[in-house]
């Protein structure tokens, strides 16, 4: 008998009421199971349902009959068989904060972290900061830009830390998530030497769901890792730049196969598989199709990247200058790195 199991058990043995559960997305034989999405409590006419969470997973519970006390038992449970896994007392704002970004602390874990440290209510957003040396350095550098004291700069692992940095609504200063992840990391490279890669989440409206933005910060870097040039890796990326990733990895190998072969031919896949000339077209793409950016960026001539552009036209067909043009290129040369071809 799993923990899980034990409670279970217990539970049902102290309220007098037989106590089943189910992982959720799933549908076992054995116990009763809703037919019916659901938020809160609800009920079938014989069983009452709700739903909780146990080390980070998501559970239906069911309690049997569907009077007010029923229901009463199904509003206070969730937070009854969570607080088994409550063990965060005694950890630093770091550790807890960790487990938060982690996904290993429950709901009421969650609260009991934002009431002790008074940020509730408070939008907030996750970077993702890949150092490759001098972390500790780079995480006091970080920790003395920090705007207020609710940002949080935690150690995630020999190379990687996490700042959960909350929004000032009354502060201008920057823009953007982006905008800010933008000075960081100009800020540490003038400061240490070092080039760091940063990963942006999305913003969120309060600390329960920071774990979703730090896996978009996290999933950023790694789209960066895989389908950016050399060029452009040790860069700040937001989740918001590789939604066509996103959108593609979704699509069948064998629809993307049919899909590149029927337009691409050889004279493609020299430049697909030239770094020098994709690097050149995406820093392009990035300057928002700007050739004098892009020359000063890439510390190249202009002639020479005129070039370029005229090369990859010649080669493909698609004049990136235009952007109809851009955009097709961009999407080819995403299906290309996702085949690995």
């Given at each position: 008998?799993?923990?899980?199991?034990?409670?279970?058990?217990?539970?049902?043995?102290?309220?007098g009421?037989?106590?089943?559960?189910?992982?959720?997305?799933?549908?076992?034989?054995?116990?009763?199971?809703?037919?019916?999405?659901?938020?809160?409590?609800?009920?079938?006419?014989?069983?009452?349902?709700?739903?909780?969470?146990?080390k980070?997973?998501?559970?239906?519970?069911?309690?049997?009959?569907?009077?007010?006390?029923q229901?009463?038992?199904?509003?206070?449970?969730?937070?009854?068989?969570?607080?088994?896994?409550?063990?965060?007392?005694?950890?630093?704002?770091?550790?807890?904060?960790?487990?938060?970004?982690?996904?290993e602390?429950?709901?009421?874990?969650?609260?009991?972290?934002?009431?002790?440290?008074?940020?509730?209510?408070?939008?907030?957003?996750?970077?993702?900061?890949r150092?490759?040396?001098?972390?500790?350095?780079?995480?006091?550098?970080?920790?003395?830009?920090?705007?207020?004291?609710?940002?949080?700069?935690?150690?995630?692992?020999?190379?990687?830390?996490?700042?959960?940095?909350?929004?000032?609504?009354?502060?201008?200063?920057?823009?953007?998530?982006?905008?800010?992840?933008?000075?960081?990391?100009?800020?540490?490279?003038?400061?240490?030497?070092?080039?760091?890669?940063?990963?942006?989440?999305?913003?969120?409206?309060?600390?329960?769901?920071?774990?979703?933005?730090?896996?978009?910060?996290?999933?950023?870097?790694?789209?960066?890792?895989?389908?950016?040039?050399?060029?452009?890796?040790?860069?700040?990326?937001?989740?918001?730049?590789?939604?066509?990733?996103?959108?593609?990895?979704?699509?069948?190998?064998?629809?993307?196969?049919?899909?590149?072969?029927?337009?691409?031919?050889?004279?493609?896949?020299?430049?697909?598989?030239?770094?020098?000339?994709?690097?050149?077209?995406?820093?392009?793409?990035?300057?928002?199709?700007?050739?004098?950016?892009?020359?000063?960026?890439?510390?190249?001539?202009?002639?020479?990247?005129?070039?370029?552009?005229?090369?990859?036209?010649?080669?493909?067909?698609?004049?990136?200058?235009?952007?109809?043009?851009?955009?097709s290129?961009?999407?080819?040369?995403?299906?290309?790195?996702?085949?690995g071809?």
């Amino acid at each position: 008998m799993n923990e899980l199991e034990k409670i279970a058990k217990e539970t049902s043995e102290k309220i007098g009421v037989n106590f089943y559960y189910y992982a959720e997305n799933t549908r076992p034989k054995n116990v009763p199971v809703c037919e019916k999405q659901f938020e809160g409590v609800t009920d079938d006419g014989q069983f009452t349902f709700f739903r909780f969470y146990f080390k980070g997973t998501g559970y239906v519970g069911a309690i049997e009959g569907t009077t007010i006390i029923q229901k009463n038992y199904a509003t206070l449970l969730p937070a009854y068989i969570e607080s088994f896994t409550e063990k965060e007392s005694d950890l630093s704002k770091t550790e807890y904060l960790k487990k938060i970004l982690q996904g290993e602390c429950s709901s009421l874990g969650i609260y009991k972290y934002a009431t002790k440290f008074s940020i509730r209510d408070y939008a907030c957003f996750a970077l993702v900061i890949r150092v490759p040396k001098m972390l500790e350095e780079s995480m006091a550098i970080i920790g003395q830009y920090n705007g207020n004291s609710l940002d949080t700069v935690v150690k995630m692992s020999e190379d990687t830390c996490v700042l959960v940095k909350y929004v000032d609504e009354n502060n201008a200063e920057y823009q953007s998530s982006v905008d800010y992840a933008e000075f960081l990391a100009q800020s540490l490279e003038e400061e240490l030497g070092v080039e760091v890669s940063v990963g942006v989440g999305t913003t969120v409206h309060d600390i329960k769901d920071i774990a979703q933005s730090y896996a978009r910060a996290e999933n950023a870097i790694r789209y960066a890792d895989e389908f950016e040039t050399s060029g452009r890796k040790g860069k700040v990326h937001s989740y918001r730049e590789f939604v066509l990733v996103k959108m593609l990895e979704e699509v069948s190998h064998s629809k993307l196969t049919q899909y590149l072969y029927d337009i691409t031919d050889e004279s493609f896949r020299e430049i697909f598989d030239n770094e020098e000339m994709l690097e050149t077209a995406e820093e392009f793409l990035h300057c928002s199709l700007n050739v004098s950016e892009t020359s000063r960026n890439l510390y190249m001539h202009r002639n020479t990247l005129l070039y370029r552009l005229d090369k990859i036209e010649k080669a493909t067909g698609l004049n990136i200058r235009c952007f109809p043009d851009a955009v097709s290129f961009r999407v080819l040369t995403l299906i290309y790195r996702l085949l690995g071809v």
